[in-house]
C-alpha cells in the first residue's frame, strides 16, 4: 500500500500564491509518475498536473499552464505544486494520485492510490 498525504492548503486572496505538497510513503514505487487533481463543488474531479519519476515530462492542464509547476523531490518521496496567479476558479479540493503508471497521464482511473485532499480557496 502507498498512503499519500497532501498539505499547504487554505485560502489565498486572487493572484495570490500556494505551494501544495504530496508526501509518500509505503510501499511506493521508485519509477512512478505522479499527479495532481482537484474538484470543485458540483464538479467532476479533473487533471491539473502530472509528472514523471524523473521530471522531464510534465503535462498540465490548459487552464493551469503558466500559472501552475509540478515538480518533485524523490528523495523525500514528495510532489510539489506552486501555485501563482490564482484565481477564484482555481478553488478546489486539491488531491495527488499515484500508482504503477510510469507516464503521467492525466485520466484519474490510470492511478491506484490517492491523499484524502487538501482545500484551497481563493477569494477574489
Known amino acids: 500500500q502507498v498512503q499519500l498525504v497532501e498539505s499547504g492548503g487554505g485560502l489565498v486572496q486572487a493572484v495570490g500564491s500556494l505551494r501544495l505538497s504530496c508526501a509518500a510513503s509505503g510501499r511506493t514505487f521508485s519509477t512512478a509518475a505522479m499527479g495532481w487533481f482537484r474538484q470543485a463543488p458540483g464538479k467532476e474531479r479533473e487533471f491539473v498536473a502530472a509528472i514523471t519519476w524523473d521530471g522531464t515530462i510534465t503535462p498540465y492542464a490548459d487552464s493551469v499552464k503558466g500559472r501552475f509547476t509540478i515538480s518533485r523531490d524523490n528523495a523525500k518521496n514528495t510532489v510539489y505544486l506552486q501555485m501563482n496567479s490564482l484565481k477564484p476558479e482555481d478553488t478546489a479540493v486539491y488531491y495527488c494520485?499515484?500508482?504503477?503508471?510510469?507516464?503521467?497521464?492525466?485520466?484519474?482511473?490510470?492511478?491506484?492510490?490517492w491523499g484524502q485532499g487538501t482545500q484551497v480557496t481563493v477569494s477574489s
Open positions: 494520485a499515484t500508482g504503477t503508471v510510469t507516464y503521467p497521464t492525466s485520466i484519474a482511473t490510470t492511478y491506484h492510490y
